[in-house]
């Protein structure tokens, strides 16, 4: 399991060195102003500052406003460019849409190549049964107080050259390493509960420590309530993705177990078979920090990041592998596949790719002792891998594997890898092993070699050497079943026989139809 984080103190910036395009693009700002006369105070807001100051690079630049909308700011920059000579710039208007955490407005400009979004400093109201704010136009400090955490409530005056904390807090809170609410926890958490996940994620990604009280307001149980209730399921799911994608997952997946949020946030369906055993969230998160060590010790560099990602989806659905729901089709549905199309609402691909890389572990922990030669192949069978063509049992590994590689494609490594983690009698007490670790690795490699031996790397790319149309031909067939079950028999010859050509397999095919006549 992920330790909990240590937290010295955190090297914080005095100031901030910008860089040259940023001074470009600053000085911009500041000519606009002098040439309108404006009285207006321009500060940069949150994520930048927070990053700058911990000495990390930024692109997201977030401008706030005191005096006026972001979209009439940026009428201003282009009547000062069109004044001077220079191109005007196209301007984009993000409406406000409180679904996806847009309050208000903001306006977009590309200012030396890089995109700006400028927004009016603002107030926060909150009602009751939403997270909906009313907004009006606030003071710097009003804006700073209403933001989700003290670390991102900092600003750049860009007309000081300086950095503001109106909380008082914001930059003791970054250098001791500390995800605190500028508001008293439970109040900010019940007006905006996704503010929850947004610590959840920021604390896992610095490696800072959840405030005490900070975590005894999110588990309590109006807090959870009102993040199941109030927040919409994209954005439960976009700040997931975001954790998962991230440089802790584990960290944040633990948080999000230890503060009782993980049936809220991973909601289940309402009826499913069998019943979920207890603690099965722990043995997720205990599979995907296998899976995440795992990673790092074949090689993170091994999987590409959307790999990464579905594989660790994949673990740490995977206690929930053969739990079913029955859909509104009367189907029954793997849960993890409800989980990600409907609780956490990312890409159905996402979902269909999760169920085949459960369904590919399970059947490579059946071939697996074939590899690894803790059983003969010659007189064996796999339940999931019955060979239609008579092959020496010297070929059946190769058919078998290449036929599994050719289901999973280009996720077959993440189907092994997390294979390796059901490769156990005892996977509970193992997972915590570190020789446990070391064996599943060896095994991954040993396995990933005997593949790549056996010249089955992308094997799923690899196009039948005959085609339907010249199978119906060959053999008299109509289209249907018996087509297809031809291009399955072919497919398995070609693995059976890598070397082999068309003409080859057509005499096959010939000498075989021939047989089944006679026998017929």
């Known amino acids: 399991m992920a330790a909990a984080p ?95 955490s847009k309050h208000l407005e903001t306006a977009r400009m590309r200012l030396f190549e890089i995109w700006i979004d400028f927004v ?146 991973f909601c289940l369906p309402s009826s499913v078979e069998p019943a979920i055993p207890e603690a099965c969230e722990r043995l997720g998160v205990a599979y995907m920090d296998a899976a995440w060590n795992l990673i790092q010790s074949i090689g993170a560099f091994s999987f590409n990041d959307e790999q990464r990602r579905l594989c660790l989806y994949a673990s740490l659905f995977l206690p929930l592998r053969k739990t079913m729901y029955e859909n509104d089709k009367n189907k029954k549905v793997p849960v993890a596949d409800f989980i990600i199309r409907n609780s956490i609402k990312l890409k159905a691909k996402d979902a269909e790719m999760v169920v085949s890389i459960h369904r590919a572990s399970d059947k490579f922990t059946k071939l697996l002792p074939f590899i690894t030669c803790e059983k003969d192949v010659q007189n064996s069978k796999l339940e999931w891998g019955k060979i239609l063509i008579d092959v020496p049992a010297t070929s059946k590994l190769r058919i078998w594997a290449g036929l599994l590689l050719r289901e999973i494609k280009e996720f077959w490594e993440v189907a092994l890898l997390v294979s390796t983690l059901l490769y156990s009698d005892s996977i509970e007490h193992e997972l915590s092993d570190k020789q446990c670790y070391a064996d599943k690795r060896d095994l991954f490699k040993l396995v990933k070699d005997a593949i790549i031996k056996l010249g089955l790397d992308k094997v799923w790319e690899v196009k039948p050497l005959v085609n339907g149309k010249d199978i119906m031909n060959i053999l008299h067939l109509k289209p249907g079943p018996d087509v297809r079950n031809w291009t399955q028999k072919i497919i398995e010859w070609q693995l059976a026989h890598p070397a082999a050509g068309a003409e080859e397999c057509l005499e096959w095919m010939k000498e075989t139809s021939a047989k089944r006549a006679k026998l017929e």
């Open 120 to 265: 009016n400093l603002r107030s926060e109201d909150y009602c009751e049964n939403s997270r909906i704010p009313t907004m009006r136009f606030g003071t710097a400090e009003e804006d700073a107080y209403r933001r989700d955490l003290t670390i991102n409530s900092l600003f750049y005056n860009i007309n000081t050259n300086s950095v503001e904390d109106f909380t008082g807090r914001g930059i003791a809170d970054l250098k001791s390493g500390k995800i605190v609410t500028p508001l008293p926890p439970k109040e900010t958490f019940l007006d905006d509960p996704l503010r929850v996940l947004r610590a959840i994620r920021f604390g896992a990604r610095f490696g800072f420590a959840l405030d005490e009280a900070l975590k005894e307001a999110a588990a309590s149980d109006e807090v959870i309530a009102a993040l199941g209730d109030k927040i919409s399921r994209e954005r439960i799911g976009h700040e997931i993705d975001l954790m998962v994608s991230g440089n802790e997952p584990i960290q944040a997946v633990t948080y999000i177990c230890d503060l009782q949020l993980f049936w809220v946030v």
């Open 6 to 100: 240590s937290h010295p103190s955190v090297r914080v910036k005095d100031m901030i060195d910008l860089t040259e395009k940023e001074t470009q693009i600053f000085n911009r700002l500041l000519e606009v102003l002098r040439h309108f006369n404006l009285n207006t105070q321009l500060r940069v807001a949150g994520g930048w500052v927070r990053d700058k100051l911990l000495g990390k690079e930024c692109y997201d630049i977030d401008i706030a406003i005191d005096n006026m909308l972001g979209r009439e700011f940026c009428e201003k920059v282009n009547e000062y460019l069109s004044s001077t000579g220079e191109e005007v710039q196209g301007i984009g208007v993000i409406q406000c849409n409180p679904d996806q």
